[in-house]
């Protein structure tokens, strides 16, 4: 019996889960995806009377008849690789990217998460939709490409509007890699928003904020962090500026109300893991921002003590025992 990780070579929360699942006596197969038709193989066989599939490495070999769980990480894309032309390495890339696709669709096992539900779970729109159902008070939100809506929306609240971006805010420029972090619109930024006409943008009311919580969900446990962001002008608007020497996180413990809100939305989108994100207020009033249905942990159990890959791991290994 295995665990199967699907992931890539440089993540560092595989890596710890790994760690744990296998000193609790547990194979664990670890499948980096961009090693696909490189390093690693595949045969699937399909009758009717069976269905089948085997990994290969040069080292060793998984049988979809020993999987019991699976963590799905971080896979990266599976690059075609040689002198090939564009045409051809499009077709290559799309095959082998289908055939991953449908392979964890049909593999009926216990998923941290399923791939098809966090891809659903990913949608902030829907997230909006969903979160006042279980009791989340959520900012006023305005996603538009119109810049005249957007002047309207930005001129409407007295603490001001922030704009943040629909994906990951990663851009590829000057031969690396920039990110765009949530920011406040300003008055002088209102001539200049002609610009949003080509791509749509977010904008949100400015919630005031007494501390952050990264709330990491596991199955019904819930790990809850303050993040003091407020108290450095670098993270006073995006705690993803990292300046950790000077922003302290702590074990917070939520409402019981909150906390049964926040294991109730990550089952409504049929996730075994997940980490929310939310503002309390100077108020005390909390307010959510977004859930990230394969979001990173590992920081926030360094910095705090919380035992959050043990609770992953434990799951993993409940699944394959």
Request: glycine share 4%; hydrophobic share 40%; net charge neutral.
């Given at each position: 019996m295995?665990?199967?990780?699907?992931?890539?070579?440089?993540?560092?929360?595989?890596?710890?889960?790994?760690?744990?699942?296998?000193?609790?006596?547990?194979?664990?197969?670890?499948f980096?995806?961009?090693?696909?038709?490189?390093?690693?193989?595949?045969?699937?066989?399909?009758?009717?009377?069976?269905?089948?599939?085997?990994?290969?490495?040069?080292?060793?070999?998984?049988?979809?008849?020993?999987?019991?769980?699976?963590?799905?990480?971080?896979p990266?894309?599976?690059?075609?690789?040689?002198?090939?032309?564009?045409?051809?390495?499009?077709?290559?890339?799309?095959?082998?990217?289908?055939?991953?696709?449908?392979?964890?669709?049909?593999?009926?096992?216990?998923?941290?998460?399923?791939?098809?539900?966090?891809?659903?779970?990913?949608?902030?729109?829907?997230?909006?939709?969903?979160?006042?159902?279980?009791?989340?008070?959520?900012?006023?939100?305005?996603?538009t490409?119109?810049?005249?809506?957007?002047?309207?929306?930005?001129?409407?609240?007295q603490?001001?509007?922030?704009?943040?971006?629909?994906?990951?805010?990663?851009?590829?420029?000057?031969?690396?890699?920039?990110?765009?972090?949530?920011?406040?619109?300003?008055?002088?930024?209102?001539?200049?928003?002609?610009?949003?006409?080509?791509?749509?943008?977010?904008?949100q009311?400015?919630?005031?904020?007494?501390?952050?919580?990264?709330?990491?969900?596991?199955?019904?446990?819930?790990?809850?962090?303050?993040?003091?962001s407020?108290?450095?002008?670098?993270?006073?608007?995006?705690?993803?500026?990292?300046?950790?020497?000077?922003?302290?996180h702590?074990?917070?413990?939520?409402?019981?109300?909150?906390?049964?809100?926040?294991?109730?939305?990550?089952?409504?989108?049929?996730?075994?893991?997940?980490?929310?994100?939310?503002?309390v207020?100077?108020?005390?009033?909390?307010?959510?921002?977004?859930?990230?249905?394969?979001?990173?942990?590992?920081?926030?159990?360094?910095?705090?003590?919380?035992?959050?890959?043990?609770?992953?791991?434990?799951?993993?290994?409940?699944?394959?025992?």
């Amino acid at each position: 019996m295995s665990v199967l990780i699907v992931t890539n070579k440089r993540d560092p929360h595989a890596d710890e889960v790994l760690r744990i699942v296998e000193s609790k006596g547990i194979d664990v197969f670890r499948f980096n995806t961009e090693d696909f038709c490189k390093t690693v193989s595949i045969n699937l066989t399909s009758s009717n009377q069976d269905f089948a599939f085997e990994l290969r490495t040069p080292r060793r070999s998984l049988r979809s008849a020993d999987i019991r769980s699976i963590l799905y990480r971080r896979p990266e894309k599976a690059e075609a690789e040689g002198s090939i032309d564009d045409d051809s390495r499009r077709f290559v890339e799309a095959e082998r990217a289908a055939c991953l696709s449908w392979l964890w669709r049909a593999l009926d096992c216990f998923w941290v998460s399923r791939p098809d539900r966090i891809r659903v779970a990913e949608s902030k729109f829907d997230q909006l939709r969903i979160a006042p159902r279980f009791g989340f008070s959520v900012p006023r939100t305005l996603v538009t490409n119109d810049p005249d809506e957007a002047r309207k929306f930005c001129i409407e609240f007295q603490d001001g509007v922030i704009n943040k971006v629909l994906s990951t805010g990663i851009v590829h420029r000057d031969g690396g890699l920039k990110a765009i972090y949530t920011r406040p619109v300003l008055p002088e930024h209102l001539p200049n928003l002609e610009s949003i006409r080509c791509v749509p943008c977010v904008f949100q009311e400015y919630i005031p904020k007494a501390l952050e919580l990264r709330i990491s969900i596991v199955g019904h446990q819930v790990f809850a962090a303050a993040i003091y962001s407020q108290m450095t002008e670098r993270t006073k608007h995006d705690w993803r500026r990292y300046d950790l020497e000077k922003t302290p996180h702590a074990v917070y413990i939520l409402p019981a109300g909150v906390e049964r809100a926040c294991i109730d939305i990550v089952q409504h989108y049929g996730l075994a893991f997940a980490a929310i994100d939310m503002v309390v207020t100077p108020q005390g009033d909390f307010v959510f921002l977004e859930l990230n249905p394969n979001g990173q942990w590992l920081w926030i159990e360094r910095l705090t003590g919380q035992p959050i890959s043990d609770a992953i791991a434990d799951m993993l290994v409940r699944a394959a025992a």
